[in-house]
């Protein structure tokens, strides 16, 4: 059995489960700098989520004489946050847990969809300064649209399909999947921009696809719907922060190249006091898209999997290395 440490937190079911196989659980959340003191040597195993950076750094201060550490889980699925490189090197599995929280971000995208083109955020602050607005928030339907989607992994075929059920024309692009079914799939984002009115953000945050969404990508979006009705056009972004260059969205915005953003995950986190927040036509949550009740169980009963799997002497189901 082994020391793990959880530095995000964790269900307190999954955290029971660990005891109660004999391990020592220690959750605790530590800063940069007691990361960066070799403080993780003295563990097995080591499971984080966003907040926690698993640098080269911080994995280069493991003291060889003393290092146990062979365990990184991802609670969660974006791994931007761990050096997976220099964990490889030093023979250390980095997990995630892929599937535990996909219904929970599908449907924080559907309802940044719809906030986004009912304008319930704006409604919402507006009627709380008492300013009743409804002559001002003539919104549009989803139905009938073409929803973009950047990237098309499992979280993007949930939106894709409700989306579809809802009357939308589904598109995509993803230069390592083809699917052979009954969506678009577009040979470059620019030519998706070029198509839809509403784009959905699902890929990794990769050296690729930082600042991939920009101002000349925004002004490639049309307005109108194929009946001719000026529907606007709408970015919707609950994978994962730099993505979207949000400099560029805010002047998009200001400049009426876009009708509304909503985000989810930010460039930099906590996102709090910068003007893009706001904006009337911005909407955002705090990066919350798997906060559910559900996935938060689901999360740590497949996060135990892999650590029982780890202990047992074999290679987790879900290793990234």
Known sequence: MGRIAITDGMSETAISKLKHLGHDVVVEHYDKNDLESGILSEF??????????ISKKVLDSLDPNR?????????????????IQTASKLGIFVCNTPKASTQSVVEMTLGHLFSSVRHLSRADRDLRSGI?????????????KKLGLVGF?????GVANISHHLGMDIHYFDPFIDENGQFTKHNSIEDLFDECTHISIHCNLTPETEGLVNLDLIKRMPTFDKEGVECGNHIVNCARGGIINEKDALIALNDGYLTSLALDVFEIE??????????EKFNGSPHIAASTKE??????????ELIDEFFRGEKPSTALN
């Open 132 to 144: 009743w607005s409804k002559k001002q928030l003539k919104g549009s339907e989803l139905s009938g």
């Open 67 to 83: 290092n146990n550490l062979k365990f990184i889980g991802r609670a969660g699925v974006g791994v931007d946050n761990i050096d």
């Open 153 to 157: 992994g499992r979280i993007s075929k």
């Open 295 to 304: 996935a938060q169980n689901r999360i740590g009963i497949e996060m135990v």
């Open 270 to 279: 906590p996102a709090t006091g910068q003007q893009l927040l706001q904006h």
């Open 44 to 53: 097995d195993a080591i499971v984080v989520r966003s907040a926690t950076k």
